[in-house]
């Protein structure tokens, strides 16, 4: 199995394209974070017993005033920044996960059915898309989230609503070339009932651009939950994402105590960037087009 | 004793779902809406007796895979009636096809398209008798798979690969594999060798010629080349803009085609043999649109004889003898034949 | 190589070609070591299965090999000036001025966005000097000489309201205006209908000769070959396998792969339960067998074939064949 994807063009490809290879390691990081982060960190910054108020602002630790225990400095409540940050980059990262699968389950389950059936199924669907389209995402996400009210599931709501367009979308294009194809024709010939067809013949052949787009989507869901949380409808303050983390570090940036809020910006810069790089590489390997 | 295959009066039309705009036209100053029917096929009759092979023939867009596949049901037919052994399937359900479907089988035209990437080869050819026998059967359907790429020219070992690792001669054996599965009576094959190298085509039409004796197969085939046909049918059926216009026992439709559109088809058929026709009808023009037929024959706008009843009256087919018939004026009226 | 002996100077002669692609799974020679002569008037028909690398003998002619493709050596030499060694700009000029081409699909060649008319005043305007009259009476002239009435209105109707025989037709227009020596034509006809396509063939050679220019047919239809060119080049694996006059190729092949090919078309004059084919399938050219390549399918195979590869030699009349044991030779009918 190893040695079959070692041998594979798609491997020979990834080791002379240095932006996949840069976005495979960012993005293997961020992996190993996620999983294992608060074994890496001393503190939970979250138990309030290990906080200590008089650690309050404290600078990185390269600067006067610094202290060798708090590589990134502390915030207000002297929680190490460090630690806040891989606690919160599982928040956002998990967030961006579970939102993608969400709506990749949804838009894919509605663009088979749209593409497959057509008719009156297929021009629901599709208005439901092109108003959804017609609204800027940040937009309906802000709506909803003032509607539901916020919480880590409300924000899981919020971007699946937003999110399964996309799928269904390319889903339905897809399928409507499937069915076309002969052997689609020979599996109604063979006497297969429309639901194995669809399950058997049309969704394995549909399956692989949706890889590009689930890549790229968890960046934009990060992205979308982070501006949620800055605004102050995204996560509950006891499970503070990224985005949270900075809108708390905003209020102080201006007042010299900018590392509260720098460093988890440049978490998720990074890890966008990881994100986007590996992705465009997929999107370049995956389109048969292009080859 | 039934024949085979029985199709009575076929027609089949496909409404075009166009914008609005497109379909808005003014009539008389009045805005009406016109719907777009494209008349594929256009009341065709015919029947196949057990074992014997009708081709039908003619050039794109003359309704020859449309036929071939309503009568395999992949579209249901517009009216006309389609008997399978007698039995009239033409407005049965999904339930009540599937035990037709054993007597019935499809070969496709691109062997590329007509195998799903994504399934193995031995997954491919065990589905349609799957589909009959039920899940539980599956050990004598895996026996029976590794039988049939055996007797295709494939070994159990090629069952486990996926499509793209075969060339296209050999995918072509997987589908024919795939349609011997439940031992139908009749295969209908849509251009089953167009796609393919002339040698392999050669391999193709001779496996499929050793299995209709060897399981007595009926078959339906479908094709645009006159020395394939010539090959391997019995009767050929001549389609025009989806009328049948003329149907010969092979070696009668090769020696004395009537029609004239046979005719031409005939002499512009190149050929690496050049001795073979003599008589020179050359065609102007191009076929007209499917979307508005042509009043009387369908043939006229391109015929070098039509006259003015051509316009008139649309032709029927008509025997003529021998198990031919031709659907012409010109039988009629055979002085007006000047060439 | 031995070479074959003109009488006139050739106004296309390929030396030795070889185009190699360079891929992931190893490198295709997709033409390796191909050589012919084309003389002027005359029409050659390059013929071979798929894989063959019929059409990219064509593409290298017209310097027209992307990477991972690759001219790796021979000489292209059309009156005598190397095309394997020209510059992409002079490249540019040659195109459409001497050599013009004729695809499988006309709606590659014929942009969707322009009118016939613009499209076949450009080919005008870049490759003569013709002030805008001039120009606008030869394109009515072409379109009507293809066969195109009411050209002048025709001039402003676009490529998609043209029938696929039509279009077909207008792409020889375009290649004809400005009046190329040579022609390439790939698969020109494997699209259309067989009354458009004997329609269409006879346009060809008609245009052809009219223009005094010379042409090739790439296609894998032997008997489309046989109605319109004079001399046949049969490509297998890559290399030219057999060569020589339509009729001495048709009617007596000395290649066992070109007598095969013709055998696979169902003769209706002789009907045969089964037909004569080839057995196997063309090996993967990426790793070719020792010695001659279609040996593993041959039928006159002998010892000597797995050892040496076999040179392009005169057999009997016109006919040169790359084979040890070439039909009618040997002790055999």
């Not at chain 1, 367009?165 to 297969?192: D, H, N, P």
């Not at chain 2, 779902?17 to 009759?45: Q, T, Y």
């Not at chain 2, 035990?99 to 062997?111: C, E, G, N, S, W």
Request: charged share 20%.
């Amino acid at each position: 199995m190893m040695q079959a994807f070692l041998a594979s063009q798609f491997f020979f490809n990834w080791r002379r394209n240095l932006s996949a290879i840069i976005g495979s390691v960012i993005i293997a990081i961020f992996i190993v974070i996620v999983a294992f982060g608060p074994l890496m960190v001393a503190q939970d910054p979250y138990d309030l017993t290990q906080l200590n108020l008089l650690d309050s602002y404290k600078p990185p630790a390269w600067l006067p005033g610094g202290d060798p225990r708090y590589l990134l400095g502390t915030d207000g409540q002297g929680r190490d920044v460090l630690a806040s940050i891989i606690y919160g980059t599982r928040v956002s990262a998990m967030i961006g996960i579970a939102a993608m699968l969400c709506s990749c389950l949804i838009g894919t389950s509605l663009g088979l059915l749209a593409g497959f059936y057509g008719g009156r199924l297929d021009a629901i669907i599709m208005r439901i898309a092109d108003l959804q389209l017609s609204f800027p995402s940040m937009l309906i996400a802000l709506f909803l989230m003032s509607a539901v009210g916020t919480g880590v599931d409300k924000v899981l709501i919020a971007l699946t609503a937003v999110g399964w367009v996309v799928y269904a979308r390319t889903v339905r294009g897809s399928t409507l070339g499937e069915i076309e194809k002969e052997y689609v024709q020979a599996a109604r010939v063979a006497g297969l009932t429309n639901a194995k067809i669809i399950r058997r013949h049309v969704l394995p052949n549909v399956l692989t651009p949706l890889i590009v787009i689930a890549t790229v989507q968890v960046g934009t869901f990060i992205l979308i939950e982070a501006s949620l949380s800055f605004l102050g409808v995204g996560v509950p303050i006891t499970q503070p994402s990224l985005g949270l983390l900075i809108k708390n570090g905003f209020d102080v940036l201006f007042s010299g105590l900018w590392w509260t809020s720098v460093f988890p910006g440049l978490m998720i810069m990074a890890m966008v960037f990881g994100i986007n790089l590996f992705g465009d590489f997929l999107r370049d390997e995956l389109n048969p087009r292009l080859k | 004793m039934n024949a085979m295959l029985d199709v009575e009066g076929l027609e089949q039309r496909f409404h075009l779902n166009p914008g609005l705009l497109d379909r808005l036209s003014f009539e008389g100053g009045r805005p009406r809406l016109k719907d777009l029917v494209v008349h594929a096929v256009n009341g065709v009759s015919f029947s196949i007796a057990k074992g014997e092979v009708l081709a039908l023939v003619g050039e794109s867009g003359c309704g020859k895979s449309t036929v071939a596949k309503t009568i395999a049901r992949i579209y249901d037919p517009s009216s006309g009636r389609i008997r399978i052994e007698g039995e009239d399937i033409t407005d049965y359900d999904h339930a009540k096809l599937l035990p037709v479907r054993a007597k019935m089988q499809m070969i496709f035209q691109d062997p590329f398209a007509s195998l799903n990437p994504r399934q193995k080869v031995r997954d491919i050819v065990a589905e349609p008798l799957l589909q009959q026998v039920g899940d539980g059967a599956r050990a004598e359907v895996a026996d029976k798979t590794e039988a049939l790429l055996a007797r295709v020219g494939l070994n159990a070992e090629h069952g486990g690969r996926y499509p793209h690792q075969f060339s296209g001669g050999q995918r072509q054996r997987i589908g024919i594999a795939r349609a011997l599965s439940v031992n139908p009576g009749l295969i209908i094959a849509d251009e089953p060798v167009s796609a393919l190298d002339v040698s392999i085509q050669a391999q193709i039409l001779n496996l499929m010629m050793d299995l209709r004796d060897e399981f007595g197969l009926a078959y339906l085939f479908i094709s645009h080349d006159l020395s394939v046909v010539h090959h391997i049918a019995d009767r050929i059926g001549v389609m025009y803009l989806g009328f049948m216009v003329e149907t010969a026992p092979r070696d009668q439709l090769f020696a004395r085609p009537r029609h004239p559109y046979t005719r031409a088809l005939l002499s512009a058929a190149p050929s690496i043999r050049p001795s073979r026709m003599t008589e020179e009808i050359e065609l102007t023009g191009e076929v007209p649109s499917a979307l508005s037929l042509p009043t009387g024959c369908c043939f006229r706008t391109r015929c070098p004889f039509a006259w003015d009843r051509c316009a008139v009256e649309r032709p029927v087919l008509q025997d003529i003898g021998d198990g031919q018939s031709a659907a012409c004026h010109l039988i009629d009226e055979p002085e007006r034949d000047n060439q | 190589m031995t070479m074959q002996s003109e009488s006139r100077d050739p106004l296309l002669s390929v030396r030795d070609l070889r185009t190699w692609f360079h891929t992931f799974s190893g490198v295709v020679k997709a033409v390796n070591d191909v050589s012919f002569d084309l003389a002027q008037g005359e029409i050659m028909g390059l013929v071979g299965e798929s894989g063959g690398g019929k059409s990219v003998v064509g593409f290298s002619i017209l310097g027209l090999i992307d990477p991972p493709g690759r001219i790796e050596g021979g000489q292209i030499l059309l009156d005598g000036e190397d095309l394997a060694k020209a510059s992409e700009d002079r490249l540019r000029k040659i195109r459409g001025r001497e050599i013009a081409m004729i695809f499988q699909d006309p709606m590659t060649s014929l942009n969707p966005v322009h009118t016939i008319g613009r499209q076949m005043d450009e080919m005008l305007r870049l490759h003569t000097d013709m002030d805008e009259a001039a120009r606008r009476k030869r394109c009515i002239e072409m379109l009507e000489s293809v066969g195109i009435s009411q050209a002048e209105d025709r001039l402003r109707a676009y490529p998609h309201q043209f029938s696929g025989g039509m279009r077909q037709r207008v792409v020889i227009a375009i290649a004809m205006l400005a009046h190329p020596r040579l022609i390439i034509a790939d698969e020109p006809t494997t699209a259309l209908d067989v009354t458009i396509q004997s329609q269409i063939l006879k346009l060809m050679k008609r245009q052809v000769a009219d223009h005094g220019a010379s042409m090739i047919l790439v296609t894998h239809d032997l008997a489309v070959v046989s109605e319109v060119v004079d001399k046949i080049t049969v490509l297998y694996c890559g290399q030219v396998v057999e060569r020589g006059d339509v009729r001495d190729v048709i009617s007596a092949p000395s290649h066992p792969y070109t007598r095969g090919l013709i055998d696979s078309i169902p003769n209706p004059d002789h009907r045969q339960p089964r037909l004569s084919q080839i057995p196997g399938t063309v090996p993967d050219i990426r790793n070719l067998p020792k010695g001659c390549n279609f040996r593993d399918r041959c039928p006159r195979a002998q010892a000597l074939c797995a050892q040496e590869e076999p040179k392009l030699s005169p057999t009997r009349q016109s006919l040169f064949a790359a084979c040890h044991f070439p039909i009618g030779t040997g002790g055999d009918a």
